[in-house]
T-cell receptor, first 114, second 112 residues
Framework: DTEVTQTPKHLVMGMTNKKSLKCEQHMGHRAMYWYKQKAKKPPELMFVYSYEKLSINESVPSRFSPECPNSSLLNLHLHALQPEDSALYLC?????????????FGPGTRLTVL | DAKTTQPTSMDCAEGRAANLPCNHSTISGNEYVYWYRQIHSQGPQYIIHGLKNNETNEMASLIITEDRKSSTLILPHATLRDTAVYYCIVRGRSYNTDKLIFGTGTRLQVFP
């Protein structure tokens, strides 16, 4: 089973709202990732968590705040977003980070910022 | 920056083999070639990966040239559900080189 789940599927929020995206995997993976994909562009890495610790932040603005409460769960907290942050947010997981293990992606959350 | 070059788009008739090329002329000895695909508005789906030997699984075959500077993903009997953007990615196996850096990919259109 290589399933990564993400909720919600769609999210519409205003620029003053606070919302969270959730990602879950039960494959025993110890690395989890957030990617952002703008329309008609390829996915771009945002964050990497390894053993529940943030290991890579690709210079993402602080209005995006990741959290890894346990090895199965990854959240992305959103606050004061801009309309240009509208995108598909993808979560992925792999057995470990830094060894080239295959990453498995969730279906994504389509975010619209008004 | 992406280390691969792929055609922007390709067409394939249903039932025929789809051969998707990828150029990775600057690949280093310890870097793998990975293929993912993304069906419209879904998350990327892992297809296959290889180092230097040809690989086959239930989805596809991966042919890597002897000099490793290019590869071809083969979908042996394309179906309409194979219509997607296919990404060829070169990645290493050390801490800072195992990032998935997606290029622009090849948009494969399978037609009836």
């Amino acid at each position: 089973d290589t399933e990564v789940t993400q909720t919600p599927k769609h999210l519409v929020m205003g620029m003053t709202n606070k919302k969270s995206l959730k990602c879950e995997q039960h494959m025993g993976h110890r690395a989890m990732y957030w990617y952002k994909q703008k329309a008609k562009k390829p996915p771009e890495l945002m964050f990497v968590y390894s053993y529940e610790k943030l290991s890579i932040n690709e210079s993402v603005p602080s209005r995006f705040s990741p959290e890894c409460p346990n090895s199965s769960l990854l959240n992305l907290h959103l606050h004061a977003l801009q309309p240009e942050d509208s995108a598909l947010y993808l979560c992925a997981s792999s057995q470990v980070a830094g060894w080239g293990d295959t990453q498995y992606f969730g279906p994504g959350t389509r975010l619209t910022v008004l | 920056d992406a280390k691969t070059t792929q055609p922007t788009s390709m067409d394939c008739a249903e039932g025929r083999a789809a051969n998707l090329p990828c150029n990775h002329s600057t690949i280093s000895g310890n870097e793998y070639v990975y293929w993912y695909r993304q069906i419209h508005s879904q998350g990327p789906q892992y297809i296959i990966h290889g180092l230097k030997n040809n690989e086959t699984n239930e989805m596809a075959s991966l042919i890597i040239t002897e000099d490793r500077k290019s590869s071809t993903l083969i979908l042996p009997h394309a179906t309409l559900r194979d219509t997607a953007v296919y990404y060829c990615i070169v990645r290493g196996r050390s801490y800072n080189t195992d990032k998935l850096i997606f290029g622009t990919g090849t948009r494969l259109q399978v037609f009836p």
